[in-house]
């Protein structure tokens, strides 16, 4: 095998301690530098995952720059400013979802992108998991989308009393978390040519149901809906050919596919995807794939410009115009 990637990795909070059993699980990475502002996370984080270069500042750890590539795993308040950095300094960039609270902040990255030509890779991990990938390879046998409706409900009354949430996160929870669901029209659909949205207020201080028709570029049409009130729902998609069905189940982690004159078969998790947090091996495997060889990213991976397309699809689903007052 060829050297493994050195890895920096910026931000050991939750989202970190997903990602880092993936990279030490991978013969492909080495993890050579963990980077934190806040000393006590980056201490653990340095005891359990055994790393020997620590950095308390963007600016050390670029000033030492003995790595391949770099994990930006930051709140996402400062995802963008933090990624626009190492792109701009053409260091091979993995960034978490959402790339930025808002599509001005993704347009940047893309630009940035652009005129550096770094190779820059968004963790939309759902399109990694592995249920997903092999329910929508059956189901594309059977024929074309014809359509997608995609769930992305929850109870946000944790994020409302919860004071480690900002406002402007709590307010923009369709970018910051529903965007998991609510790419996965576009991973199934395509590229969406027109959206049709409506929203009301029913618990929370903004709006909080959202309901949107879609039509794709296909020809295909897709319905997203959204309530961010009451307890229970969850994230899930029913995708149609005109012949078949693939409904998820269990948070994505299985699918069920059925067919006209066939019986019913089921996708669940598989390989590394059972023992690690699901799609993240994939995902980083494309990714540390993409560091060797340049270039960006291919389906079903998301580049920057895939990832601004969801974001955009979102500002027309959710209307954040219409009522944010930004």
């Not at 600016?59 to 709140?75: E, N, P, Q, R, T």
């Not at 652009?114 to 046998?141: C, K, M, W």
């Not at 996160?169 to 049709?196: K, P, Q, S």
């Not at 270039?295 to 689903?317: E, N, R």
Request: charge should be neutral; hydrophobic fraction near 45%.
């Amino acid at each position: 095998m060829p050297d493994p990637v050195r890895v920096a990795v910026i931000g050991t909070g939750n989202i970190a301690n997903q990602h880092l059993p993936v990279l030490r699980h991978l013969p492909e990475a080495q993890v050579v530098a963990l980077c934190d502002t806040n000393p006590e996370m980056l201490r653990a984080a340095e005891a359990t995952y055994q790393v020997g270069r620590t950095f308390d500042s963007v600016d050390g750890l670029m000033a030492w720059g003995a790595y391949d590539a770099v994990f930006v795993l930051v709140s996402v308040l400062q995802v963008a400013r933090v990624a626009e950095r190492f792109i701009r300094h053409k260091t091979p960039t993995f960034l978490e979802k959402p790339p930025g609270l808002y599509s001005t902040d993704t347009a940047a990255l893309a630009r940035a992108v652009e005129a550096t030509g770094t190779p820059t890779q968004v963790g939309f991990n759902r399109r990694f998991y592995t249920s997903i990938l092999a329910g929508r390879a059956a189901l594309l046998e059977t024929g074309p989308i014809r359509s997608v409706t995609v769930h992305a409900d929850e109870d946000i009354e944790r994020i409302w009393t919860n004071a480690r949430f900002t406002d402007e996160v709590r307010r923009r929870w369709a970018y910051a978390n529903g965007i998991h669901a609510l790419d996965l029209l576009r991973f199934f659909g395509g590229d969406v040519r027109r959206v049709e949205s409506h929203f009301a207020r029913v618990r929370n201080p903004m709006p909080d149901a959202f309901t949107a028709w879609l039509e794709f570029e296909s020809g295909a049409h897709g319905r997203a809906h959204m309530d961010h009130f009451a307890p229970g729902g969850g994230h899930r998609y029913q995708v149609r050919t005109a012949e078949a069905m693939l409904t998820s189940y269990e948070g994505f982690a299985r699918a069920v596919l059925e067919r006209r004159g066939h019986e019913s078969v089921e996708f669940r998790l598989t390989g590394d995807d059972q023992h690690l947090k699901p799609g993240f091996p994939g995902q980083a495997r494309a990714f540390l794939e993409l560091v060797r060889t340049g270039g960006q990213p291919a389906f079903p991976a998301a580049s920057i410009w895939d990832a601004l397309s969801t974001m955009q699809m979102i500002d027309a689903i959710v209307q954040p115009e219409a009522w944010s007052g930004a």
